[in-house]
């Protein structure tokens, strides 16, 4: 069943007002829902509730028990004759039984909630759909013992006690909003508090709710909390609306957490942080999700979708809002390396595969799958670029136009861009096809001189995605700026060229020596550039760009030019070793963006650039450069690392840099097969006051051929195994390791008394970590192939859209040799006819093989 949006319509009946009461228990709930509903406009179709999974008991128009209904599907239809009626279901559910963690789950001896998209459904009868907006008001009745702490969203109103070792709580939302943002949490929770004081002098009590044992975890998350909601004050004009503000961390969680309005549900992984436990990358994450998160309460709930199919409207934004907030808290060009690293890794392949989809999709089968790195960040990098071409001012009163006209309503992305246009005075009529058109654009730039007057001439060309043959040139807002070759001296101001047409010419005038190229700076255009520019143009930029993400970008391209000819047999590393070494010796620059510049690029990012990857040669390829640039550059590698060496722990910039750059060091030092490399890695690990280090010797360690990597894979597990959130680190450190045994080890990993389908990030932890190690997976034998198709087989039972959200690997068969290729068709194959699919698992297999 496809779903297409051109189909929408607006809803038949409204529900302005829902009165819920819950009475909790793990085996059975009871749910009694009164609706108050209108007719919308003039038709005469009777009440449509979605449902799914629950026990009808009775259901009453205007007070009066009727008969007459039917279950249609799974949605429950009542004949109305009147333009507004009263109408109240009951029907009960088994939270204990859940396993899909949508709706009414229970999780740790808790029960909490997660409507999105389609959740609420299976909670009560209900149109689920985002349009909808209702004031909900929830009682809930509950053991008081087991569950001491009942949330849900809005302001806390009455509670009491019953006799029967019950108690009870009601809660009040006066926002109107739709379902998928309903919440409850009832459980055994403490709770982490402060206060914030919002611009126009509001007190609002903030909350952050953990198992007793956690508490002490809750600080960085809570601190987060408090900049966040300053940061969208002073950033977008943006305050907080309710008298409290919750935020609950359960362990079973289908992906990072959720905006229920004063209500947020997260991920544990998410919150919980001390530094004997979390990585200064787990840090950075906590406080970036719980930016988002808060920040959705504009972008999201004020302000909410008309219907799935502008889902990148709250998320698009939402996400470039989270990540403008980031890079204010540290450096900004390393986390707009690190912002873009993450878009080549998981939103290029989906744009180059068969699940390509427009930011602004056309059709679904299953929503849940279409919560994607293209909704999400390359949804953020369309914002991006209208606030290019609009400029600050032009882009705030673009997002002042938006929240102001749009608040309280269901909007779409059109909406969107149309404040962009009134607000910023522009005309983004060409702009649209990034919402419509799936695809990395890619650009070829060639600039070429004659005296003092360069020509760069742009070419373009979007390639055919499932759906779309054929595609219009689009805009691209590409920063460019010219550097003298002889004298490292800028030429030219920076630019932005709004490229537009299939082709384009842009003269230089008054060039006083020969000129290089930085095109596409601060990557102000989310496409792919191949220039013409040699490695020595390339390791110039890498020393003289002023923009740091351009030299970034020239040391990836010169080490991925090396990389690729190396593949193809031309192996000439000198001219990566020579700008490693420059790079490393430059006193100037912030030292995590000195790790984060002589990274190599990923296994999967050669892979992509290549007709055919060839996983073991790319593999080799890349070990041998980095044995080449660990052996000769040793004494700097060393150097760096003693850098850290004793220094207190402490989560700031110049710590983490430090910590950052060690590792990446540790990493060369065992990479040039230094003798005492393992010994390092394990001092390291073994003394090591805080995760990160930890990690980072960890990570070393288990790659490498020596038996101590046993010995610190063992301690380490007996430290943690207590900690499930630092149990998966174990088990993806493991699932990451370029050992040739790397197959057969998860393989023996998914038998593990401590693996489990149940928990989401258990099994991601192995099972996604293992499709995203190429060479690892991609054994020539198919076995990492039938390995992850019989685990996703035997997750989807359990939970369907988990299961969905790891097939993706073995949809890449097309980019590799036709040996490859037949083993994965087989294995999709095997999914699609596998007795009683999900429909999750089913659209993204069924896709895969067609793409
Ligand atoms: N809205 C949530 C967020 O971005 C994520 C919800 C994901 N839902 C899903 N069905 N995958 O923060
Ligand atoms: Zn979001």
Known sequence: LVIRREDYT???????????????????????????????????????????????????????AINDWRIDGEQLVIPLTGAAHVV????????????????????????????????FRRITYFPDRPDVLSVYSVRMTADQKHFPVLLANGDPVEQGDLEDGRHWATWHD????????????????????????TMSGREVSLGIWVREADLPKTDHALKA????????????????????????????????????????????????????????????????????????????NRITCR??????????????????????????????????????????????????????????????????ATIYNKGAELIRMMAAILGPEGFRAGTDLYFDRYDGTAATCEDFVTSMEEGGKVDLTQFRLWYSQAGTPRVSASLSQDGDRATLRLAQQVPATPGQPVKSPMVLPLRVKLFGAESGAALTDERLVLFEDTLDTIVFEGLAERAVLSINRGFSAPVVVETDRTAADLAFLSAHDDDPFARYEAMQQLMLDTLVASVEGRTDHEGVIAAVANTLADAALDLAFVAEAVLLPSESFIGDQMAVVDPEAIFRARETLRRDLGTRLEAQWRQAYARGEGQPYAYTPEGKGLRRLRSVALGYIAASGAADAADLAFAQFDSADNMTDRMGALTTLVSSTSDIRTTALDIFYSQYCDNPLVLDKWFQAQAQSSRDDTGAVVAGLAEHADFTLTNPNRARSLIGAFGANQRAFNTADGSGYRFLADQLIALDRLNPQTAAKLLPPLGRWRRFDAGRAELMRAELERIVRTPGLSKDLFEQASKSLEG
Request: glycine share 8%.
């Open 10 to 64: 607006p809803p038949e009946w409204l529900v302005p007002e829902t009165k819920l009461d819950f009475d909790l228990d793990p085996a059975t709930t009871r749910v009694t829902a009164i609706l108050s509903v209108t007719r919308n406009g003039d038709h005469a179709s009777p009440l449509r509730l979605d449902g799914a999974g629950q026990k009808p008991l009775s259901v009453t128009v205007d007070g009066v």
């Open 88 to 119: 109240e279901t009951q029907v009960e559910i088994a939270p204990d039984r859940n396993t899909q963690l949508m709706g009414l789950y229970a999780s740790g001896g808790n029960l909490c909630t997660q409507c999105e998209a389609e959740g």
């Open 225 to 300: 909390l408090e900049l966040a909601m300053a940061w969208d004050e002073t950033t977008y004009g943006r305050e907080y609306d309710l008298d409290v503000f919750n935020i609950v961390a359960v362990d079973d969680f289908n992906f990072g957490a959720m905006e229920n309005k004063g209500l947020n549900i997260f991920n544990s992984r998410y919150i919980l942080a001390d530094p004997d436990t979390a990585t200064d990358y787990d840090y950075d994450a906590i406080a970036a999700v719980v930016a988002h998160e808060y920040f959705h309460n504009w972008s999201g």
């Open 307 to 372: 219907d799935w199919f502008q889902l990148s409207l709250k998320e698009g934004f939402t996400v470039y809002r989270d990540q403008g907030f980031s890079a204010d808290q540290g450096s900004r060009a390393v986390r707009r390396i690190e912002d873009v690293r993450g878009l080549r890794a998981s939103q290029f392949p989906e744009d180059s595969g068969p699940l390509a989809h427009p930011v602004r999709p056309e059709s679904y089968q299953e929503i849940s799958n279409f919560y994607t």
């Open 174 to 197: 006066p926002f109107p909003k739709p379902s998928y943002l309903f919440a409850l949490v009832a459980g055994d929770l403490t709770v982490n508090r402060s206060s914030f004081t």
